[in-house]
């Protein structure tokens, strides 16, 4: 790898000063990933947005080619818009001006800690699978987000919005409880709400169908394990996606010898009674 990237960088001498800019960008936010997690939950996202306005940070973060999409260029953090989140690791939520003026804010998720190669793997599967798929007629609406791994345990994720993970859409209806995480009614009544009209909700009913048919069969045949609440999302189009791949090809988790692993795919109660569209019976 270090001679082909001694290669590139001799015959590509122009790309050198965007990927030095990129390097000492991914060291800020490392720094401040570190400092955010020491501070603790509650004293995050103050560090964060100190860390974010000072002088000599912000000239390192400005003007970066997204390491995602190099055809977008990011402008200036909005301090304000960022936030950590909650997982183990504490992701950063960055949020970007898109120097294109009639272009939207650029939204990238920084990870620092956790191996990323195994999500860039699963997710360029899901394409190839994806493009099978659409070759033989039959288009099942994945989301194959971005994923980069850029240095050891670093990098970063595309952040998919107008989207909320299974577990926070039960919490909202009230209808999560640790015996019973996929109560029947509550997904359907969310997609309610975001497709007000008959014609909205039909086709997001079909959108979340035909991508949970999809993932299926795409987390059965790669053996992709540990799937819960909190790594299954649906967007407020209906169309429902798979996010943190740390266990696949079989290696499922473990419990006192016991594999956590019951079932060979995800299909709860909660999503057959949206296929269903609300139908009881077994028709």
């Given at each position: 790898?270090?001679?082909?990237?001694?290669?590139?960088?001799?015959?590509?001498?122009?790309?050198?000063?965007?990927?030095?800019?990129?390097?000492?960008?991914?060291?800020?936010?490392?720094?401040?990933?570190?400092?955010?997690?020491?501070?603790?939950?509650?004293?995050?996202?103050?560090?964060?947005q100190e860390f974010l306005q000072r002088n000599h940070n912000l000239e390192a973060i400005t003007d970066v080619i997204s390491p995602l999409n190099p055809s977008f260029r990011c402008k200036r953090v909005k301090a304000e818009k960022c936030k950590v989140m909650d997982s183990k690791m504490r992701p950063l939520w960055i949020v970007y001006e898109n120097s294109d003026m009639h272009g939207e804010d650029i939204y990238l998720i920084f990870k620092n800690g956790d191996d990323l190669r195994q999500d860039m793997f699963t997710l360029q599967m899901l394409r190839l699978m994806d493009k099978i798929w659409k070759y033989n007629g039959y288009d099942f609406r994945m989301n194959t987000y971005s994923c980069i791994s850029m240095d050891k345990r670093q990098g970063m994720i595309e952040v998919v919005l107008n989207a909320e993970t299974i577990a926070n859409i039960q919490k909202e209806r009230g209808m999560f409880s640790a015996a019973s995480p996929f109560r029947k009614g509550s997904l359907l009544?969310?997609?309610?709400?975001?497709?007000?009209?008959?014609?909205?909700?039909?086709?997001?009913?079909?959108?979340?169908?035909?991508?949970?048919?999809?993932?299926?069969?795409?987390?059965?045949?790669?053996?992709?394990?540990?799937?819960?609440?909190?790594?299954?999302?649906v967007k407020k189009t209906g169309q429902l996606f798979h996010i943190d791949f740390g266990h696949i090809l079989g290696h499922f988790k473990e419990k006192f010898g016991f594999r956590r692993e019951r079932v060979p795919f995800v299909l709860t109660h909660d999503f057959?009674?949206?296929?269903?569209?609300?139908?009881?019976?077994?028709k």
């Open positions: 790898f270090g001679l082909i990237l001694e290669a590139y960088l001799t015959g590509s001498q122009e790309h050198i000063p965007t990927l030095l800019k990129q390097t000492e960008c991914l060291d800020k936010l490392k720094q401040c990933s570190d400092m955010v997690k020491k501070g603790g939950k509650e004293k995050g996202r103050i560090y964060l009544l969310w997609l309610k709400e975001h497709n007000q009209t008959e014609e909205q909700l039909q086709k997001a009913i079909q959108e979340f169908t035909l991508s949970c048919a999809g993932y299926c069969v795409a987390t059965y045949v790669l053996g992709i394990a540990d799937r819960h609440s909190d790594n299954i999302m057959v009674y949206v296929i269903n569209k609300g139908q009881t019976n077994n």
